[in-house]
T-cell receptor
Framework: GENVEQHPSTLSVQEGDSAVIKCTYS??????FPWYKQELGKRPQLIID?????GEKKDQRIAVTLNKTAKHFSLHITETQPEDSAVYFC??????????FGAGTTVTVRA | DTGVSQDPRHKITKRGQNVTFRCDPI?????LYWYRQTLGQGPEFLTY????????KSRLLSDRFSAERPKGSFSTLEIQRTEQGDSAMYLC????????????FGDGTRLSIL
């Protein structure tokens, strides 16, 4: 099955700085890569996703890049704000239904 | 609120008891998924439905677990003879069909086994 590794497990950044989270996947057939944000005690919320026919996607302060050759994808958050503090999960899918998640990155934005 | 709703939010039970959780998906979504999340980990896929048909079950879903979606709307997940290792957050998600449609999650049911 698909194996997704996520780094780092924790990330502390100064407000206004950028945060980068990296994920690798094992199955080259994976074709869909969503990112979820989960605040304490709340549901995972989809913040951005990318499909294998696209190398980069941006939505305001959030961007995701995909390198299919290297089998890795990254989340970039620019101009971080305190409300960006949360756990972020990457995921990959080789089917059109089953998501395999990374272990998560706890992001803390210091004011 | 038209998002995915789950009930109950929390369930505390003694080992050996049966528990049942309910999930109401977004109304126009014909796919429904169950995931399990333990502390410090990402969600793990358990099973999913296309309308009322259960199309795949993970190896994580032992024979003590059963899920149903009888009318293609809400779904229930039952765990029989609960064990300590069943303690986790059980998340439900829903989506439209086909082509990796985004999955939208509910708040989950946190199960604690005493």
């Amino acid at each position: 099955g698909e194996n997704v590794e996520q780094h780092p497990s924790t990330l502390s950044v100064q407000e206004g700085d950028s945060a980068v989270i990296k994920c690798t996947y094992s199955d080259s057939a994976s074709n869909y890569f969503p990112w979820y944000k989960q605040e304490l005690g709340k549901r995972p919320q989809l913040i951005i996703d990318i499909r294998s026919n696209v190398g980069e996607k941006k939505d305001q302060r959030i961007a995701v890049t995909l390198n299919k050759t290297a089998k890795h994808f990254s989340l970039h958050i620019t101009e971080t704000q305190p409300e960006d503090s949360a756990v972020y999960f990457c995921a990959a899918s080789i089917s059109d239904y089953k998501l395999s998640f990374g272990a998560g990155t706890t992001v803390t934005v210091r004011a | 609120d038209t998002g995915v709703s789950q009930d109950p939010r929390h369930k505390i039970t003694k080992r050996g008891q049966n528990v049942t959780f309910r999930c109401d998906p977004i109304s126009e979504h014909n796919r429904l998924y169950w995931y399990r999340q333990t502390l410090g980990q990402g969600p793990e896929f358990l099973t999913y439905f296309q309308n009322e048909a259960q199309l795949e079950k993970s190896r994580l879903l032992s024979d003590r677990f059963s899920a149903e979606r009888p009318k293609g709307s809400f779904s229930t997940l039952e765990i029989q003879r609960t064990e300590q290792g069943d303690s986790a957050m059980y998340l439900c998600a829903s989506s439209l069909t086909g082509g990796n449609q985004p999955q939208h999650f509910g708040d989950g049911t946190r199960l604690s086994i005493l």
